[in-house]
Every structure is written in C-alpha cells, then in structure tokens.
C-alpha cells in the first residue's frame, strides 16, 4: 500500500498539483446493525480486499478545530485474497498482502487508470439509472448465496458473478481514529485530525463497483482551520480492508486528495 501511495504522490506532482496532499487513515469499522444480516454467506477471518476509491471529499468547517465532512466515492475492487497478521508496530495492526491480480504496480495503475476512466465518463443521471437499475435486480432475485449470478448492466452488457449480490448494501460504523494529511510539497506541514461518528453506507452498483456515501466529524488536534469556507477536494486512494471478525474489519486508507477551484475544474 504504501508503494502504491508513494507512486500516485509522484504521479499528481507531475501532473503540477501541488497543493495536493497526502491522506492517512487507520481503523476498525464494525456493521452498523451486526444482528440484521440479511445475505447467508460470509467470508472468513484474513480474508482480505485492495480497493481504489475515486471521489469527491467536501470539509465544511464549524468551528476553528471542528469540521464536518462528507465522501461521496465510486469504489472498485482491484484484488482480493487472504493474508496473515504480523507483529503490531506501536500499537498499529499489521497484515501481510494477499491480494492476487494486483501485486505489481504495472498491473494496478493500468486497471487504476481504467477505473479513473469510467468516473469521467460518468453523468449524474447515469450514475442514477445506474443505481437504481442496481436495487431493482436485487429486489428481483429469488436467493441470495455465494453462488454465480447472471447481471445486464444499463447498457445491455451480460456478465457472470459470484459473492455479495449487486444491489446489495452495507452500513458500516468507523471507529473514532486519526486523520492524517500531509503536504506534497511542504512535508513539515501535517494536520492531523481525529476522525469521529463516521458513517458508511454503500451499494454494489456493478461486478466490482460500489457507490459509497460516507459523513463524519473532524477534530483537528495540532493548531486551527487557516479556512473558514467549505473546501471540496479530489480524492484518489487506495484502502486494504482485512477481515477480524463475522462484523468488523481493519481498514487502512492512503491516497492523494486535490483541492478543486472553479479554474481548474474549468481546466480539468
């Protein structure tokens, strides 16, 4: 993970985006309602999944060393396996990779670029369609399991899957964990938050897509918001997510977010 991040930090700063910064986010999230589980298949402990996230992140500040935020994310599978857990380092859990489809970096930023791709390619009211079109497969299936399943997409594409049905949903509670971001340029400059009552919901919206809603509290612990105005960035990241228990996983996050200005979204 952290070769990944170290590949898309060189990759936006030769882009020229220089006031991008480095995201870092470790923690556990735990189901938000563990006793309704309404699919009858699980995976096991250590089973583990890389995903990379394409979004838009919105910090709305309320206060001098408060903010509220939202995420609002396309996430995609990029590999997926098992792994065994490592000695802690000063506290922090530590996993092995066990990924498989994604282990060289030539590999992952080709599917990355294509998944970049889609995003762009995307319309608010296809994302809707797209959705919608989502939930109303599921609602149609007679039985869910960890069994293929056929699926055609909005735009008449038949695909063969396995695992969570798309359509499906999760709803999940991110335990209160710290926030790191870090400048590109300047890497004195860090601010460091503590991420609390984060929320995250998500819909399987195709085979290896979901669309993710996440909200939460930012408490800011070194120093004072410079801004007073809302501030929306770009966010590119990749999280490993590990699974402990039948209801929580530890999820690491590293990407680059990429503040947005009507000038340059002109440009873009």
């Known amino acids: 993970l952290h070769k990944e991040n170290r590949w898309l930090a060189n990759a936006v700063g030769l882009c020229g985006y220089h006031d991008a910064e480095i995201v870092d986010y470790n923690t556990i999230k735990d189901k938000h309602d563990a006793k309704n589980r309404k699919y009858r298949f699980a ?22 060393n408060f903010a509220r935020f939202t995420l609002c994310y396309d996430k995609f599978q990029l590999a997926q396996g098992n792994c065994m857990e ?24 080709k599917r990355k670029k294509f998944f970049i ?64 971001e870090k400048s590109l340029i300047e890497k004195s400059a860090v601010k ?10 998500e819909v399987k919206v195709h085979q290896g897509r979901w669309e993710i809603f996440v909200s939460g ?32 996983y530890h999820v690491e996050l590293q990407g680059i977010q990429i503040p947005t200005n009507e000038k340059r979204a002109r440009l873009d």
């Open 43 to 64: 995976p096991k402990a250590l089973s583990q999944w890389h995903w990379f996230f394409v979004g838009s992140r919105t910090i709305s500040p309320v206060t001098a």
């Open 86 to 109: 490592k000695e802690s380092v000063k506290g922090k859990r530590i996993f092995t990779y066990g990924c498989g489809g994604a282990k060289l970096l030539k590999t992952s930023s």
């Open 117 to 180: 791709q889609q995003v762009m390619a995307d319309t608010d009211e296809k994302r809707k369609i797209r959705l919608e079109h989502a939930k109303k497969y599921k609602d149609g299936l007679m039985h869910y399991g960890n069994r293929t399943a056929r699926f055609v997409d909005i735009d008449g594409k038949e695909i063969f899957y396995s695992g969570m049905p798309i359509g499906g949903e999760h709803d999940w509670d991110y335990q209160d964990a710290e926030f790191i």
């Open 192 to 201: 460091r938050w503590t991420a609390k009552n984060v929320r995250w919901r």
């Open 217 to 248: 509290e930012l408490h800011l612990n070194n120093g004072n918001l410079k801004e007073s105005c809302k501030k929306t960035s770009i966010l590119v990241a990749d999280q490993m997510a590990t699974k402990l228990t039948p209801t929580s």
